[in-house]
């Protein structure tokens, strides 16, 4: 199913705008993730498409139907929160089939679809269990096997995976993404890790305050943040972004930033002011000056298995500035020693204001 939102505006009582005049398409089958800050929307969207929450203004369409008057058990739509909301009291075969129940659906069927689930998430040894005796991975399988047990149209995920320790949540995104694929219902999944919304989702939206700034597929969103915002919001290691200005010389227009002499994209003003974003992974440490570096002194090393995260403060005159430079493992330099750190100039962004001017 699809699910279309037309101008969707929220304002809670006391004047908050979670969501402003947001349009959003996702298609048919999709792995769908909203990313964004804490506070930026993203709940109140989901909860908007589950119809738990009724937008101030706007319109929600499911499968090219207006669901908006609709109440969310007519909507066809399984939400698994963060925290599970399992039933303490009932077993896990109860649990899964609570929402077949609902729907009065017999006892004999709702059961055989109970335990037809659990086996396909490996659950069927704990159908007579309470969650109180699952483990946390164990209780997300039994919520998510619920929401599948009713065979929605739509999967709507809040956070499912927050509440897992690092290595069971890289698990459960596995798990999730192969479940998805093998069901191909449209999921929408909120998140605020970019690393889980870069593994697991075909397309991703970057919310901030109530807008989306960006939707893309997760190399698109990686590799051309559309704003600063974005791109200091994905990557494993923060984006470097330095304030840069164009100088037009005697050779043609340079980007003067952080001590460095750098090659600009073409059509910007002299004098004009950027922001020169490079990724971490995508800066070389030189221990020789180079025209085409930044140089500074070694702060921090921060070891990041198979390689070390390397921090150099600015040794410019009145530099205040940090660069991070990723460097293979056994080339570190030493700590108070200088370096250069030099942007592979295929790899960078300019920024004018909010906005990517480079490269073309
Ligand atoms: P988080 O990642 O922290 O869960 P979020 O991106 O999901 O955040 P929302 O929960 O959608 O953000 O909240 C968006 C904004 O709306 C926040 O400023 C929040 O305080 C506000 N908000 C949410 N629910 C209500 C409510 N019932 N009444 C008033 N304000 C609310």
Known sequence: MTISLRGLTKVFPGG?????????????GEFFALLGPSGCGKTTLLRSIAGLETPTSGAVAIGGADVTALPPGRRDVAMVFQDYALFPHMDVTANIAYPLRIKKVPRAR?????????????????????????????QQRVALARAIACRPKVFLFDEPLSNLDARL????????KRLQDELGVTTVFVTHDQGEALALAHRIAVMDAGRITQVGAPSEIFHRPATPFVASFIGSTPMNLLPGRVVVGASGPALHVAGAVLPAPPGLPDGEEVVYGIRPEYTDLSAAPREDAFPGTVAVLENLGTSTLVTLESAREGGDGLVQVVVPEGQEPPVGGAAWAVPRPERALVYRGDRLVGPR
């Open 16 to 28: 908050v705008r979670a969501l402003d005049s947001l349009d959003l398409e996702i298609g048919e």
């Open 110 to 138: 709702r059961e055989a679809a109970a335990a037809e689930v659990a086996g396909r998430l490996s659950l069927a040894e704990l159908l007579g269990r309470r969650p109180g005796q699952l483990s946390g991975g164990q």
């Open 169 to 176: 949540r890289l698990e459960a995104r596995t798990f999730l």
